[in-house]
């Protein structure tokens, strides 16, 4: 059995070592440097409050387990989970609107929610000022944990099952060998383990710098204030003590002035985020003294009433009845922040066997810590944890800056309405790729990903619009669809299937997998059979061991041991790297995404341009499709691979960075007499759902299985290796999917969705939206959606978006060129 020690005995550690016993784990120590009775962390005075719906379907279903577990950790005949209920209330037009949005969220990951007439919120919710309140979204699940209540109760359990608590223990080093670790030391010795497990919360930073390892998150401080007894709630029945669950009404959010609220008895509990961002340096509290009380733990920090100020005022317009009350008692109490908002889950990169699980709220915790289990001891959990990963972040955004910067970000925008695609103002220009001058005098239109600065399209092509045909013309959207969204991309789209455009691929993940072991380790870890004549491409899944879809890459055998790799995202590489470690014979995963530059070529005249300044072999024969070689173009050395993700013919070339600007001019001016223009992001994802490729982590995801998911063409059952997920697979093809990925056209042609909205089939909720665009070619808005495979081809279902129901039918695919044509010729 593996010796696991978890770090931190908060919520998060407590729930984890539970999660592993009822597994079966035996050998578990669980290190905490406060008293276990109060050790003193953010769980330690966490208000508790559960709103479960977000943007994302991962934290959504975290939540929703961490509800139904903490309703079931019982004692005395009460359990963990006080659930009144959530109530989010608009005090202005606009946030009325986004609750319409959010009401879909929660539809679409299956959370039973109600939107509400300002009448219906005071009758929820009496105290309310119903000349301030326009409306509200209620969430009857919602409601108070009681989290540090649980954590006792949890240690308690745990501890009869034979798991060590070590309280007043601080770990104060992390023992390594190689590249595992081997055990923490501790005033009191050193102890061993297989497995560690940091849930130190906002002490992470300090626990993964005794590993060197870049945890990349802000403890910030955030006030929390209780009002004396409100006159008309004293000598409720409910103040008495019932183990915590002292609030009935619904818990509450004022968004619009960065408040929340909850009962206490007859006292109110009010959270602010709208003050100055407060960080703290963990290491600077010290550690946690003997003598941990209510008042007197190192995160909690003294209340800066100044701060306060302006919470206190609204506070009064929203709720009256609290003029005839004062701040009892209010703290500045610390938690973590993350650069994109999410937690950090998952071993961490470049070392094997340290796990995090930190930044995590109280209303993701349960099911943080079954995830991480499940994870242990079976390899997959069956919530997918890509954007929870901590090996998501780029090397870049793990800088001391960046970590502050965009953190202290997020706790200022907490509560901001915020478009799915608004880019973050600051840190900007991290990484330029070569072409970005180019781009900038193009009048290009960036948004950012992974600090990479990337054209969504570009006002250069604006003129263009003019000469569009009639049926190209783009329709109008309505105002949100409409954000950082340009009318350009119907020239770009249209230039590229009719002419030829240049796409700037840089951003795109390319690892290098070289050495005598490579063959076997692609072989063993995707569904492809790689093991090709050198200058082949092939599409292939990473699986996970259940056979659901860990990532999806292109892999080009550049020579006998050396392929290139084209991924989505800084997992892949780390996954990648790990196994290549663990494989022990020589194989080497090297990162060349930032060293080198891409251009896409795309469109019907690409052979055109390419073939007046190259003088290598770019016909259909000399160059098929899916196959890559070395070239020169205008005396640049160049790697071209002929693939295309927009559905056109065309070809990625690519150079060392040194290269880019000359690589770009060279094509840039060949192209002109045949129409070329550079095209951004927006036209390319627009062609690319046409097309019916699937964009990873939006599309498909671990939760998904092949299958289902549409790509099985990528599972290659002629290969006699064994790979990751292949047994999975021959069960998995024998069982008819309950639900596929399909394509939906929008009945009116106009009509644009983005992305999440719940899909009704017969009226009734029965899936959700992946990714949408406008299609271009095809005239209509394209969405991906998941679905019961009761659905079928032709069907007519219907898209919530913002309240209103669109009609669409379920439709074959591709919409465009189902036979390569294009591509092929
Ligand atoms: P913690 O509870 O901080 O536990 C980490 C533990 O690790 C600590 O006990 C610490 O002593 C221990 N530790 C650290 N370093 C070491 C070491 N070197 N050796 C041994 N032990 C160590 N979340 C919600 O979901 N809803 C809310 O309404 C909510 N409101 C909040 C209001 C306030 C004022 C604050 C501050 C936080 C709030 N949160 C809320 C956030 C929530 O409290 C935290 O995200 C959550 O409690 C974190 O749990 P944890 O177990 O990860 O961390």
Known sequence: TQRVVIIGAGIVGTNIADELVSRGWSDITVVEQGPLHMPGGSTSHAPGLVFQTTPSKTMSSLARYTVEKLLSIEKDGVNCFNQVGGLEVATTPARLEDLKRKHGYATSWGIEAHLISAEECIQKYPHLNKDVVLGGLLIPSDGLALAARATQLLIERTSKAGVRYLGGTPVTGIEKAGRRVTGVTTPNGTISADIIISCAGFWGVELGAMVGVSIPLLPLAHQYAKTTAVPSLVGRELNKNMNGKNATLPILRHQDQDLYYREHGDQYGIGYYGHRPMPVVAASLGTTSANVDEKNMPSRLEFTEEDFDPAWQETKKLLPMLKDTQIADGFNGIFSFTPDGGPLVGQAPGLDNFWVAEAVWVTHSCGVARAVAEVLTTGRSQIDLTECELSRFEDIQLSRDYINETSAQNFVEIYDIIHPSQPRESPRDLRLSPFNSREKDLGAYFLELGGWERPFWYEANRDLIKSLPA????????????????????????????????????????????????????????????????????????????????????????????????????????????????????????????????????????????????????????????????????????????????????????????????????????????????????????LRIEKGYRSYGADMTTEHNPYEAGVSHAIRNSKWEDYVGRSSLERLSKTKPTRYLRCLTVDDGRSMVLGKEPVFVGGKAAGYVTTAAFGYTVGKPVAYAWLPSSVSLGQSVEIEYFGRRIKATVTAEALYDPDDKRLLD
């Open 471 to 686: 049926e190209w013309r783009p329709v109008e959207r309505d105002a949100w669809s409409a954000r950082f969204h340009s009318p350009i991309v119907a020239v770009e789209a249209w230039k590229t299937r009719n002419a030829v455009a240049m796409y700037d691929m840089t951003s795109f993940h390319r690892f290098e997998v070289s050495g005598p072991g490579a063959v076997h380790l692609l072989q063993r870890l995707t569904t492809g059979d790689i093991a090709t004549k050198v200058g082949v491409i092939t599409y292939a899944l990473l699986l996970n061991d259940h056979g659901g879809i860990r990532g999806d890459i292109f892999v080009t055998r550049l020579e006998e041991d050396l392929f290139q790799i084209g991924a989505n995202s800084a997992s892949d590489f780390a996954y990648l790297s790990r196994e290549a470690h663990r494989q022990g014979q020589w194989v080497q995963v090297r990162e060349i995404t930032g060293s080198t530059c891409c251009i896409g070529l795309r469109g019907p005249r690409s052979r055109d341009v390419i073939t007046s300044i190259t003088s290598d072999d770019f016909s259909n024969q000399g160059f098929p499709y899916f196959t890559a070689k070395h070239a020169t173009i205008n005396g640049v050395p160049v790697t071209a691979l002929r693939k295309s993700y927009v559905g056109e013919l065309g070809w990625e070339i690519q150079t060392s960075a040194e290269y880019g600007s000359r690589l770009w001019d060279a094509i840039w001016n060949a192209g002109q007499t045949h129409g070329l223009i550079a095209a951004g992001r927006a036209a390319f994802n627009s």
